[in-house]
């Protein structure tokens, strides 16, 4: 049987398990469907907290996956090309997903799917500095309307602590998946280490899937995925989102794209 779901609507939050998630995309149906998805073999999930690579690496597979063939980003919303496990459009595109699928989720590890730990499915855990994720969620939760306001950083900051905002704990997050029992079926690696040098990001992650990609591909596919690329290009941008879910008036959602530092690690 599902699991339980009700609205907190105090906050406008889905509580799922005692994990609060957004409204709007996410819904009892789209959890039922989360849970009782039938992952395959050959699907790959990216998986990050918040704010920690996920547009990112919504870029990143699909052009690794189909040997940096740039017409999925050129042509299809990234919410659709990658889609959100845990999220409504899931339902609506999953039909339209060929082998090997892409997706992403913000899911803890014991939230997957049972077909997914029954599954030979690959998952990379894309990591980002909290201090980093600490600012990019609070200027997010400003423009977000399906967010609640962030208030002063002082107190976003002791939410995030707290674990009092979407998807929980950071630690709890990164802990979740780090000790798993996914073997070999599992990559990690940091949002640092993909600023620094993607070209080597794409080559290990390109190697995790199986790809053996030329350098000229991996070229291509670091040009179409730096920063100012993903930026300007409408199917990545949220551009396309209404005003009144993601206000970039308020703040862009591609800000900076910078990092605190390169020398954090998974622990």
Known sequence: MPRQVTIMLSVQYVNYRDLLLPPIAHTKESLEFAENFSVEDTDVFAVTYPKSGTVWMQEILPLILNDGDLTQIQTIPNWDRTPWLEETRLAVVVDQL???????????????????????????????NPKDVIVSSYYFHQMAGFLEDPGTFDEFLD???????????????????????????????????????????????SSFLGKNLSDETIHTIAEHCSFNAMKDNPMSNFSLVPKIYMDSDKSPFFRKGKYFTSSFTFV
């Open 159 to 205: 939410k995030f602590l707290d674990g009092n905002l979407v998807f929980g704990k950071w630690t709890d997050h990164v802990k979740s998946w780090k000790h798993n029992n996914l073997g070999d079926r599992i990559m990690f690696i940091t949002y640092e280490e993909m600023k620094e040098d993607l070209p080597a990001a794409l080559r290990r992650i």
């Open 98 to 128: 060929k082998s090997p699928r892409a997706l992403v989720t913000h899911f803890p590890y014991h939230f997957m799917p049972a077909s997914f730990h029954q599954s030979k499915a690959k998952a990379i855990y894309v990591m980002r």
